[in-house]
C-alpha cells in the first residue's frame, strides 16, 4: 500500500513535470508493403524507475482519475508528432473507456486537429468491446459524433470480448483489429486460422480494413496475409520507438518487406544494427515475417 501511495503521488506529478513520452509502433499495409499507420503508446520516464510499464501505471490513472487529462495530452501530442510525417500515415490512438465517457472528448479531438493541422482522415482512435459494454446508444451516439469529424475508429481486440458481430453491426467501424492471441496461435492451432479467416472475410464484407496484431515471424505474417488481412503489428517490423526514430524505423520496415531483416527488431531503442540473411537463402519469404 505504501508503494502503491509513493506511485499515486508521483504520477500526479508525471504530467507536469514531462516525463511522458509517446512511442510509436508501425502497422504495415499488406498491399502496398508501406508503413500506413503508427500506433501511439505511452511512456513514463519515470525519475528513479525509468521507463514505468502501462501497465502498472494506466490502471492507477483510471482508478484516480488521471486518465482523462494524460488521454488529451496523449491526443494532442500524437496529432502534433504526425503532423510532421509524410502525408498518408496515420496514427492511432488508444481510448480507454473513462476518455470515451468523458464529456470533453470531442472538443478535445478538434482542438488537437486544430493545433496540429493534421487532417481528421490521417486520426484512428483505437476502442476495445469495453468502451461499448455500458449505455450502447449513447456509445454508438458518440462514435457516430466522432465519425461525423472524419476521424477513423478501429475495433481493437478483436474476438476477445461480448457481442462483437452486433456491435459491427450497430456500428460501422473502419477496422478491426484481430487479437493477437490468435495470431500467436495460426501456425498450430487451425481453429485459431478458421477465426481470422472469418474475420478477414466479415471485414471485406463490411468494408473494414483487417490489422493482425501481434506478428513476429515471416510465417505468422504469410499466414495473415494468405488469409486476407490488409494490415500487420509486430515486433519484427519495429518494437515501439520514440517520434525521433520514425525515419529509421521506416527503413527497418521497408527491409523487412524487402526479405533482407528476418529477425525480430532489436530490445534496445537506439540499436540501429540490421539483422540481414542472404536473399538467396530465405528469398521472399523473408517478408513475410512481421
Known amino acids: 500500500m505504501q508503494a502503491r501511495r509513493v506511485l499515486e503521488l508521483d504520477l500526479r506529478d508525471a504530467l507536469g513535470r514531462q516525463q511522458f513520452e509517446i512511442y510509436y509502433q508501425p502497422l504495415l499495409n499488406l498491399e502496398s508493403g508501406e508503413v500506413s499507420c503508427f500506433e501511439a503508446l505511452l511512456r513514463w520516464h519515470h525519475p528513479t524507475r525509468g521507463i514505468v510499464s502501462p501497465s502498472e501505471f494506466i490502471p492507477l490513472a483510471e482508478e484516480i482519475g488521471l486518465i482523462v487529462p494524460i488521454g488529451e495530452w496523449v491526443i494532442k501530442q500524437a496529432c502534433l508528432d504526425a503532423a510532421s510525417w509524410p502525408e498518408g500515415i496515420r496514427v492511432a490512438v ?76 450497430s456500428f460501422p467501424f473502419d477496422k478491426i483489429k484481430i487479437d493477437q492471441s490468435f495470431v500467436k496461435d495460426a501456425e498450430d492451432i487451425d481453429s485459431s486460422v478458421a477465426i481470422i479467416r472469418a474475420v478477414t472475410s466479415l471485414g471485406n464484407s463490411l468494408g473494414m480494413q483487417t490489422t493482425a496484431e501481434g506478428i513476429e515471424t515471416a510465417e505468422q505474417l504469410e499466414r495473415v496475409r494468405r488469409e486476407g488481412c490488409t494490415e500487420a503489428q509486430g515486433f519484427l517490423f519495429s518494437r515501439p520507438l520514440p517520434a525521433r526514430e520514425i525515419p529509421a524505423m521506416l527503413e527497418r520496415t521497408r527491409a523487412v518487406v524487402a526479405g533482407d531483416i528476418s529477425e525480430l527488431a532489436p530490445e534496445t531503442t537506439g540499436e540501429r544494427k540490421k539483422e540481414r540473411v542472404s536473399a538467396g537463402r530465405l528469398g521472399r519469404s523473408a517478408s513475410a515475417r512481421a
Open 94 to 169: 488508444n481510448l480507454s473507456p473513462t476518455q470515451f465517457r468523458n464529456a470533453r472528448l470531442l472538443s478535445t479531438i478538434v482542438a488537437a486537429l486544430d493545433a496540429s493541422g493534421l487532417p481528421a482522415s490521417r486520426l484512428e482512435l483505437e476502442i476495445t468491446e469495453t468502451v461499448l459494454l455500458a449505455n450502447t446508444q449513447a456509445t454508438l451516439a458518440m462514435l457516430q459524433q466522432i465519425h461525423l469529424l472524419g476521424v477513423l475508429i478501429a475495433m481493437d481486440d478483436f474476438g476477445t470480448g461480448y457481442s462483437s458481430l452486433s456491435y459491427l453491426r
